[in-house]
């Protein structure tokens, strides 16, 4: 929804995604998002090295990039998120304290009618030293987790997060 909505104001935009583990739905949806873009340049891209390069890739030619950051990781690191260490991805964290980049977390409601309403919270950056990419992730879990913790049945996972 984000990345198609930004693409269509004029936004050169990439998208992150990590593929759903049914083989058939996963090539639907991707199938789905991709008609959704009417820019011949905004692009969707998998998670994991490919992702990185295309992203970086993006930044480079100044797009800007979405990703989900609620994502399981298998190969990621091990950060509290509802008091549970789950694997998740830090790897744009990296990307983001390199390039000096905001990080935007944006907030995605169902509303009346099938609509959605977006919010989108003050930028921050991932630039003090002293602060590591495993404490930087735990605060915005905490972010997502108050998300929750007020609006539960807004929430759906296609996978096994805590796991």
């Known amino acids: 929804m984000l990345v198609p909505g930004l693409d269509r104001i004029g936004i050169n935009i990439g998208g992150i995604y990590r593929h759903i583990n049914n083989f058939f ?6 199938n789905i998002r991709k008609n959704s873009l009417v820019s011949q340049k905004s692009f969707y891209t998998p998670k994991g090295k490919k ?10 030619n100044s797009f800007s990039i979405v990703l989900l950051i609620d994502q399981k990781d298998s ?16 790897g744009f964290l990296k990307i983001a304290r390199r390039y000096k980049l905001p990080i935007i977390p944006v907030q995605n ?24 990419d495993i404490q ?4 915005i879990h905490k972010i997502i987790e108050d998300w929750i913790k007020s609006e539960p049945g807004q929430w759906f996972w296609q996978h096994k997060r805590f796991s």
């Open 75 to 90: 190969s990621g690191e091990k950060v509290l998120f509802f008091n549970k260490k789950v694997k998740t991805q830090t």
């Open 109 to 132: 409601r169902r509303i009346d009618n099938g609509n959605i309403e977006l919010t989108f919270l003050e930028p921050f950056y991932h630039n003090n030293l002293e602060i590591n």
């Open 136 to 139: 930087m992730m735990e605060k």
């Open 25 to 30: 739905i996963d090539k639907l949806i991707l």
């Open 51 to 60: 992702g990185a390069k295309d992203i970086v890739d993006a930044i480079n």
